[in-house]
């Protein structure tokens, strides 16, 4: 997979379009984000379900280290 800098920034419209091929991607397994926003910043980024998952695992490990961080201080 790409890095997500390297991946194109899309407007909003561009987005839209891009969205059916984007799934057709994720479902063969290629996990190369969506990435979209105005005037070249990224906003917001789409990606597979799975990927999100493991998102939210890290960030529930996270949660759980700074909780134990903050009891020790």
């Known amino acids: ?3 997500p800098s390297k991946r194109p920034i899309l407007g909003l419209s561009e987005a839209r379009s891009e969205l059916g091929a984007a799934l057709a991607r994720f479902r063969k397994g290629d996990a ?3 990435i ?3 005037s070249g910043v990224p906003e917001a980024a789409i990606i597979p379900f799975r990927d999100f998952q ?3 695992r890290l960030d529930g490990i996270a949660s759980s280290v ?3 961080a903050a009891r020790e201080s």
Request: charged share 25%.
């Open 32 to 34: 190369t984000p969506l």
């Open 66 to 68: 700074r909780s134990e």
């Open 36 to 38: 979209f926003g105005r």
């Open 1 to 3: 997979m790409s890095s």
């Open 54 to 56: 493991e998102v939210l």
